[in-house]
């Protein structure tokens, strides 16, 4: 079976420093693939997405470079973070890299790559933050601005490329990595959410009565954890004193 080869991301990640900065981690979309097609029928459906967490957000092919827009780990957008701020402590590496690991040739091109290891090794070298050949490009200049933010125009100009995209070469090196990624399917299958539709919460995993739950470690919320990992429906509230789950409305 062919598994789709988007590239997609499920949680972001900071950098170091005060601001708090933040990466993507990325995973392999994982789904069937469409008969002779890399992505599958979700990933081909998706409408564009400014949103870096949303499907329909490119952030290129698994075995292929991360676009400069996007905020994936390994990219360019991300190295060139690294350049700026240093390196994430090792934990966060670690998590950025749970899913997937890509070399950063892969992810972002060899004179990148290139760039950042000689930066890293030596004193910081500023990276360029953006090749010009990688300049995505834009929308008409003319374009009104009133409503519409940087980001937006970005990718209603660049768009998903998962059709549009070739890259023959990088075939065989995807088929061999496809063998050793564990599928991942995600639960956004309906439309791709708005930014502020977009609710954060950290939960915690809990076993209860022999079934596997998310508990959002603020409101106490169980969500079914799926056999794949993926966060399911809200079944209810854990009542830690009555060890029970109780309705909520
Ligand atoms: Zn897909």
Redesign the pocket.
């Known amino acids: 079976m062919n598994y789709?080869q988007?590239r997609?991301c499920d949680k972001y990640l900071y950098f170091p420093g005060e601001k708090r900065a933040r990466f993507y981690r990325p995973y392999q979309?994982?789904?069937q693939?469409l008969p002779g097609d890399r992505?599958?029928a979700?990933?081909?459906a998706a409408k564009p997405s400014n949103v870096q967490l949303s499907?329909g957000f490119n952030h290129g092919f698994i075995g292929d470079l991360i676009p400069p827009n996007s905020h994936a780990y390994g990219g360019e957008w991300y190295l060139s973070m690294v350049a700026k701020r240093g390196e994430p402590a090792k934990e966060v590496l670690e998590e950025a890299t749970e899913h997937i690991e890509e070399d950063f040739e892969t992810t972002a091109g060899p004179e990148i790559a290139a760039l950042f290891r000689a930066g890293m090794s030596s004193t910081k070298v500023e990276m360029p933050t953006r090749l010009p050949k990688a300049e995505p490009a834009r929308s008409q200049k003319g374009e009104p601005k009133a409503r519409q933010t940087k980001k937006k125009t970005q990718a209603a100009a660049t768009g998903p490329s998962y059709i549009q995209e070739s890259c023959a070469a990088a075939e065989a090196k995807i088929a061999e990595m496809t063998r050793s990624i564990t599928p991942r399917i995600v639960e956004a299958l309906s439309e791709p959410l708005d930014v502020c539709e977009v609710e954060y919460i950290d939960v915690e995993t809990l076993k209860f009565d022999g079934d596997k739950y998310y508990k959002d470690l603020a409101t106490n919320y169980l969500y079914k954890r799926l056999a794949n990992k993926g966060m399911g429906e809200l079944v209810g509230k854990f009542n830690e004193e009555a060890l029970a789950i109780m309705d909520v409305d």
């Open positions: 789709c988007a997609h979309c994982g789904e693939a992505v599958c979700l990933c081909k499907r």
